[in-house]
């Protein structure tokens, strides 16, 4: 892929905002520095063409993957995007589509990737995983190991997102599906978090196995419509990005067997009266977000980062953020955040995923009809 980069220096002042180029204008790809609190970064576009990407995600050889919610998967080598073909038949309705793609932890040796989608059936379509091997930039053995049980006709809130925790079993998100009351529903997998063996299978400790009136592959319940989770690489503890309606966006750590509250609880209000929701942010029993946004930014993808090109950023969360369209910093210190910094305010879009690529830089692709990757870097 040739690529033809326009230059745009901003001035090394705290807060200042140039506006952003036309990047889809004659081919044209984004370059620009931008201040931060503890120097000046550079913003670069290294792919275009991009249909609303979704999720991205390194390899242990360097390339990655990234997702097209109509349907489609590329590998990207950091300058070129190749499609993937293999994959299996998605239902590309509302907010649904091809969502995230996740490499297993020794992917090296066994090529093993694991996709969520929206999969059509019986009453319109639900949240599904499929796990393959990748082999070249073809997908192989592809099989359905999870569908999200009973699929409504609803566009909105599928989720999800893909981790896996140390014991290498894998956690998948889903969203309400537009019915809030589902969240609590112990036989509907819709508005929680789930666990699952790489087969499918359930897990032998999982929380709510043994009990009567739920559904064996649950983790936690009363999660509204999470689009970001990631496993801290040195405590194991899992974070989760969480929607919330007309604000009350979450922060949350994600533990078994809890409730985290919606419907029942949220720190947004209803959007049609403003009223608070349910018996309002608090009740006994139900889990507080370790931080949480109002107006709403709209977090989905999240990472932490461990690399040598940002050392002052070594051990933050990166949020990326669609409604304020922006990628934001966390600082935490004892699971508690203690500072946030907003970067790309308003640069490139709706940020749909944030990551680490193997070179230490950030890694972004926003959500637009016509979209790109975006990597970070010191300038």
Known sequence: MTKTVIMIMAAVLPGLFVPAPDVSAQGRMLSRSEAHEAGTLRIEQVARGLENPWALTPLPDGRMLVTERPGRMHTFDGSTLTPVDGLPGVAPMGQGGLLDVIAHPRFSRNGLIFITYSEPGNGGAGTAVARARLQGNSLREVETIFSLEPKTGRGQHFG?????????????????????????????????????????????????????????????????????MTVHPETGTVWQSEHGPRGGDELNIIEPGLNYGWPRISHGVDYRTGRPIGEGTHAPGLEQPREHWSPAIAPSGIAFYFGDAFPEWEGNLFVASLVARHLRRLVIEEDQVVHQEVLLDGTIGRIRDVTVGSDGYLYVINDERDAGIFRIRPD
């Not at 014991?167 to 929680?192: F, K, N, V, Y």
């Open 160 to 228: 999800s997102r893909l981790a896996f925790l140390p014991d290498e079993t894998l956690l998948l998100t889903i969203g309400d599906r537009g019915w809030p009351d589902s969240a609590q529903d112990t036989m509907d997998h819709a508005g929680s978090t789930l666990r699952l063996n790489i087969d499918g299978t359930v897990p032998e400790d999982n929380p709510f196995l043994d009990r009567d009136g739920y559904r064996p592959e649950l983790y936690t319940i009363g999660n509204r419509n999470s689009q970001g």
